[in-house]
């Protein structure tokens, strides 16, 4: 299997802990985008606030499994998720629990698509 072009490759920052706009914004954006071919990878990071809400909301955390299971990569910035004592939760939902700022970085260096919500 080759790897996704760069150019066809999107990451996703969501930040925010409001639930409407995981659902109405990050969440459907990004599970959208991967299944109806708008690009070819998909990663969604979860950074700050947005790791509460992840954890805490049944409805969120059902519908990060089904994008994880879609094929959406699905990160949490581990700096967040330990200063919320979340990082085991985050792993036990599926999500990839990591320090997320040398990568963005480098996503970003490398041509990425980004978006925030």
């Not at 792993?91 to 990568?103: D, I, M, N, S």
Request: glycine share 8%.
């Amino acid at each position: 299997m080759t790897e996704p072009s760069v150019d066809q490759s999107l990451f996703i920052i969501w930040s925010s802990s409001d639930p409407e706009v995981a659902h109405n914004l990050a969440f459907m954006y990004a599970h959208n985008s991967l299944a109806k071919g708008w690009w070819e990878r998909v990663r969604l990071i979860i950074w700050g606030p947005s790791a509460r809400l992840a954890c805490e909301d049944a409805g969120v955390a059902a519908k990060l499994r089904a994008m994880i299971d879609d094929g959406v990569e699905v990160w949490a910035c581990r700096a967040c998720a330990d200063n919320y004592g979340l990082s085991q939760q985050l792993e036990e939902l599926g999500a990839q629990v990591l320090y997320v700022g040398r990568p963005v970085t480098e996503m970003l260096g490398q041509g990425w698509r980004q978006l925030t919500f």
